[in-house]
């Protein structure tokens, strides 16, 4: 059974510092590229960033380019996504997602509000 679990959103006020991580079984992870994407209210899904599982290398958003990072760990079978200086306008629900050629899995979610 595929299952990706998202933990570690919250509160936090603006500039502060959050690490989103993505645990990842029922497939063989090592083999996909995963992504974490985010949806604000009344706004689509947009991609945040991105690791391949090929050579680790990472594309990310413009809008966070600079203050967020995305990491694999292959031992723990865990993406995570690192938030620094974070803005009001990073407020969303924060989505992992694992994708190769036709296999395209979402995890549940999980909310991150930035406000004072």
């Known amino acids: 059974q595929v299952q990706l679990v998202e933990s570690g959103g919250g509160l936090v006020q603006p500039g502060g510092s959050l690490r989103l991580s993505c645990a990842a079984s029922?497939?063989?992870?090592?083999?996909?590229?995963m992504s974490w994407y985010r949806q604000a209210p009344g706004k689509e899904r947009e991609l945040v960033a991105t690791?391949?599982?090929?050579?680790?290398?990472?594309s990310y958003a413009d809008s966070v380019k600079g203050r967020f990072t995305i990491s694999r760990e292959s031992a723990k079978n865990t993406v995570y996504l690192q938030m620094n200086s974070l803005k009001p306008e990073d407020t969303a629900v924060y989505y992992c997602n694992a994708k190769r050629y036709q296999n395209d899995y979402w995890g549940q979610g999980t909310q991150v509000t930035v406000s004072s």
């Open positions: 029922g497939f063989t992870y090592s083999i996909y590229t």
């Open positions: 690791i391949t599982n090929f050579d680790g290398s990472t």
